[in-house]
């Protein structure tokens, strides 16, 4: 798995899906939209695929570059066409669908 949070260029070399989160601060809602992306990521494409999480506050101008209204929103890189998403991305499948990403298997219901 490739989770290179660190990485400021926008994705690792090698892997085909490369993300790129924009969140504000370390809130909750940014630590689930973190999570739920990894986890669509590792159940979708593993091991090909790297985020760059930017925190706006610390870096404006590159949210200004991507043009962020809202936070979290994550940016599909590559492969192109560029997606955007906005939420914390509690529906897995809606964010999958967003991100053109193999469709999720859907998770037995328990009723």
Do not use: K, W
Not at 25 to 37: E, H, I, Q, T, V
């Amino acid at each position: 798995m490739n989770h290179d949070f660190a990485n400021e260029t926008g994705g690792a070399p090698g892997v085909s899906h490369q993300f790129r989160l924009f969140i504000a601060g370390s809130s909750p809602r940014s630590a689930r939209a973190r999570a739920n992306l990894v986890r669509v990521c590792d159940e979708t494409v593993p091991d090909d695929y790297s985020i760059d999480v930017v925190d706006v506050q610390e870096q404006p101008d590159l949210a200004e570059e991507f043009s962020v209204l809202a936070t979290p929103l994550v940016v599909r890189l590559a492969p192109p066409p560029s997606r955007r998403a906005v939420g914390d991305f509690t529906d897995l499948q809606r964010l999958a669908a967003a991100m053109d990403l193999y469709r999720l298997p859907q998770e037995e219901s328990t009723t």
